[in-house]
């Protein structure tokens, strides 16, 4: 079986990580995003990966080369030079998708974490035998979204309602989807959604099928967002491998910490707190509802919450980070510095406190 995973442009939403990485390799819970979804792609027989990119591919292949290896999968780019929506790159990697033996193939949009249910659909698209088939999920506000109405018993796709005013239903595409072959005898080379474009009309055919996603999900592409998908993966995580989860009087609630991290004297660490490799936490400090990525040293007494710290930072002594502060690869916030909100780019140093949200140059 081949998969596409959709992982598009210059990732602005989660600016700045994605000053330093394409959007993909950035870490979530310790492992680059798209690496969770190509590990469990692999586990259902998936043996190509195609990324379609219109940035940066050779520092995500270079990256993927030694993954490839080790997982025993093929992964390729295939490369727009205009940016192509959401069916366009299917368009374009036709020939990569389509094989001899005519199976369905995975389309996934990167930004998406999930408990991945792969199984589980493969399963379902050969039960309706339609043309295509989508996970939904169940939003508390579905007006954000386009809300797909289906036919309950059978989960076929009726139509599409984008981002309805009055109260329609509560599902919504999440993004991830098995199409046959055929899809692509339906899309052009150009940029083309298949959200708005492509599957009304394969609903409107009667082909096209819904399966409601067991589990949780969240688009984690920006910061808060990526905030809550940590805590509803850890929360997914304590459910199905809590052995893989931090455990003793310093931990509180779900915390993932690498093996490669030290933690200090009389810290308080969690709720949902991921600490990435090579880490320093100080004695003393509190960290809460925050990722801490690769590198970082976190000074004794600081205090860290609901923010990102991005590879290679430091946060000084006494210092206080919280409310969606987003630091940079390389930032140094001094000792006794309040950020609220701060998002700061790399590489800079940081100085006097930043007392409301804003973008520091």
């Known amino acids: 079986m081949k ?36 590990e469990a792609l692999k586990a259902v027989g998936v043996t190509e990966v195609v990324l ?22 093929t992964i390729t780019c295939s490369q727009e030079t205009e940016p192509l929506g959401t069916a366009g790159p299917l368009a374009l990697a036709r020939d990569k998708l389509i094989d001899e033996s005519g199976e369905p193939f995975f389309v996934l949009n990167s930004d998406v974490i999930s408990e991945y249910p792969f199984k589980e659909m493969i399963e379902f698209h050969k039960a309706h035998g339609g043309e295509a088939s ?23 796709v009726d139509k599409f309602v984008e981002k309805p005013k009055l109260f329609v239903g509560n599902k919504i595409n999440a993004g991830i989807y098995l199409l046959n072959p055929s899809v692509l005898d339906r899309i052009e080379l150009r940029p083309t959604s298949i959200e708005k474009e492509v599957f009304p009309k394969i609903a409107a055919e009667k082909k096209l099928y819904a399966m409601v996603l067991p589990g949780f999900w969240m688009d984690i592409g920006q910061p808060r967002d990526y905030i809550t998908g940590l805590r509803l993966y850890l929360d997914s995580l304590r459910k199905k491998a809590s052995m893989k989860l931090a455990a003793g009087s310093h931990i509180v609630g779900n915390v993932l910490v690498h093996e490669t991290a030290k933690i200090g004297e009389g810290c308080l660490i969690g709720p949902d707190v991921a600490i990435g490799p090579g880490c320093v936490v100080e004695s003393g400090v509190r960290l809460s509802r925050c990722t801490v990525m690769r590198g970082v040293r976190i000074k004794k ?11 290679h930072s430091t946060v000084g002594q006494w210092a206080r980070v919280e409310n969606m502060t987003i630091l940079g690869e390389d930032v140094h916030v001094c000792d006794e510095i309040y950020s609220n909100g701060g998002v ?11 007392l409301k949200p804003e973008i520091v140059m």
């Open 301 to 311: 007494h600081a205090c860290v919450s609901s923010s990102i710290i991005g590879w």
């Open 344 to 354: 700061v780019l790399p590489h800079k140093e940081i100085k006097s406190s930043i």
């Open 134 to 156: 989508i996970m939904v999920t169940k939003v508390d506000e579905p007006s954000k979204y386009g809300v797909v109405m289906m036919e309950e018993s059978t989960g076929q």
């Open 52 to 73: 379609a990119i219109n940035y940066q591919p050779e520092v995500m292949l270079n990256f993927l080369k030694e993954f490839e290896t080790k997982l025993g999968i």
């Open 3 to 38: 998969a596409l995973i959709l992982v598009g442009g210059f990732g602005t939403r989660l600016r700045p990580l994605t000053l330093s990485f394409p959007k993909p390799l950035v870490e979530f819970a310790n492992k680059p995003m798209i690496l969770h979804q190509i």
